[in-house]
């Protein structure tokens, strides 16, 4: 008997490195972000990652938080300055990782297909 189901890497590994990435680089922008609140939400998206790949329960809350943080990276992507466009684009891609990653728990399907680095 075959396994069809297809692993994939897990965005929200892909996620956190993002937003590291732009955390530590901020200053290079012309737009001033908050580096802070950006560092707080690394945390929720690590712990959101811990608590779903340690179980495939109900998982509506980390669905939902991860959803508002896509809506308000839309946000903060859409009101950059014209002169930062490559910071918008970074942060409307993190916002799009995290949408995808939010409906993939919301609808059940991302575990177990999601693989991490350790895996």
């Known amino acids: 008997m075959s396994d069809n189901t297809q ?3 897990n965005p ?3 996620a956190e490195v993002q937003l590291r990435e732009i955390c530590e680089s901020h200053s290079r922008f012309e737009e001033s972000i908050d580096a ?5 939400m690394l945390v929720h998206i690590r712990n959101i990652n811990a608590s779903v790949s340690a179980s495939t329960r109900d998982h509506v809350n980390a669905a939902k938080r ?6 308000t990276l839309g946000r903060l992507a859409t009101k950059s ?3 930062d466009a490559e910071l918008a684009t970074r942060i409307s891609n993190l916002a799009g990782t995290l949408r995808n990653a939010g409906a993939e728990i919301a609808s ?4 177990p297909r999601w693989t991490s680095p350790t895996n």
């Open 7 to 9: 692993t994939q890497e």
């Open 12 to 14: 929200l590994d892909h």
């Open 36 to 40: 802070g609140s950006l560092n707080r």
């Open 66 to 71: 991860l959803s508002d943080f896509a809506t």
């Open 81 to 83: 300055s014209p002169l």
């Open 108 to 111: 059940g399907a991302a575990m």
